[in-house]
């Protein structure tokens, strides 16, 4: 099938493939974050054609969308060729990879936390993305629950660096009465099978020689671990900082130190921040709060002439980046983060 936007773009699109993501292979820069309906970022008309709901009630449209007759990209699978109003964002920037579809075999998994798992994964070809980016992830024979004939998929961003050998590393928190998170920490095992699909994300590291901080929540750490990689194996990474915050509910959650450890050396500094959001147990002797009240307590005035990057779960999101620019009055275009919902 064909889709044609009305700005003259056309791509192909594959059976069961969604418009927004035929349209990122098909190297148009289609508007999106979260992949998933939540965000409504990806919202379009169709002027022609047919399409497909996978599901018809995402959040990411109000009502009063659904009366205008706008739909999500990312829930859209056409059934026939198309004509679509699109919104594209800017051009990528160079090196951008456009998203494959592709298996991998697990190679290895460690805990890193009481709940949370470091997946380790083998493609065939080169793992091509940018630090920072995330990939949709589904497992055969795992299904949403109450829609038996839907496989489930989620994001999850990658903790490596690209590389030729097709390694895929993933930080999987455990999601009490999620569909994939307790399969990954509880069953899947060495030489198991998964399907990617990606990369995505536009809050990948910069290319820019301003100094980095990365602000980090629960399962939000592996992204932000990609990005200070990505930070510490540039060539001048002997004359950048780091600051690393973390913030999780309890002392067993935190372990982002192995990862500010590692890239310490390549850097000029790296300096990492932590809080607990819980009550602190005995082994807690550090500070309490939330991650944007540790960013607001730590000395750095220059905060504003920094690459910002955020992940972690919506509200924390949503409370850090409104006191990183109402409060702090960082420009807007130098904080880097995806919405998921």
């Avoid at 820019?208 to 592996?222: F, K, M, P, Q, W």
């Avoid at 990474?237 to 690393?244: K, M």
């Amino acid at each position: 099938m064909t889709v044609t936007t009305t700005d003259g773009a056309s791509f192909g699109c594959a059976e069961g493939d969604t418009l927004l993501r035929a349209a990122l292979r098909g190297g148009v820069p289609a508007a999106y974050e979260c992949n998933s309906g939540g965000c409504g970022s990806c919202k379009f008309v169709l002027r022609d054609g047919e399409v497909d709901q996978l599901d018809p009630d995402a959040p990411g449209l109000s009502d009063r969308d659904r009366r205008k007759g706008k739909m999500l990209a990312c829930q859209s699978v056409p059934r026939t060729d198309c004509t679509v109003a699109l919104t594209c964002a800017p051009a990528w920037p160079p090196g951008h990879p456009r998203p494959n579809r592709f298996s991998a075999t697990v190679v290895a998994l460690r805990e890193l936390t009481h709940d949370m798992v470091e997946l380790t994964l083998e493609s065939a070809g080169a793992a091509e993305f940018l630090p920072g980016q995330y990939a949709m992830v589904s497992i055969d024979g795992v299904t949403e629950h109450g829609l038996p004939t839907r496989p489930a998929e989620r994001a999850y961003s990658m903790s490596n660096l690209p590389n030729p050998g097709g390694v895929w590393q993933f930080q999987i928190k455990r999601v009490p009465g999620g569909t994939i998170s307790p399969y990954v920490t509880e069953q899947l095992g060495v030489g198991d099978q998964v399907r990617l699909d990606g990369p995505f994300g536009h809050a990948h590291l910069r290319r820019s020689e301003r100094d980095v901080v990365c602000i980090a929540g629960g399962s939000g750490l592996a992204p932000m671990v990609s990005v200070a990689r990505g930070l510490a194996a540039r060539a001048d990474a002997g004359a950048r900082r780091l600051h690393f915050f973390y913030g999780g509910r309890g002392a067993a959650d935190m372990c982002a130190r192995e990862f500010v450890d590692e890239v310490t050396p390549s850097l000029l500094n790296a300096f990492l921040s932590e809080a607990i959001s819980g009550e602190p147990d005995g082994d807690w002797t550090g500070a309490r709060g939330y991650v944007h009240e540790l960013l607001a307590a730590y000395d750095l005035p220059d905060l504003a002439d920094h690459d910002i990057y955020v992940a972690g779960p919506p509200v924390m999101t949503d409370a850090v980046v409104r006191f990183l620019v109402l409060e702090r009055q960082v420009p807007a275009e130098r904080v880097h983060f995806d919405r998921f919902f």
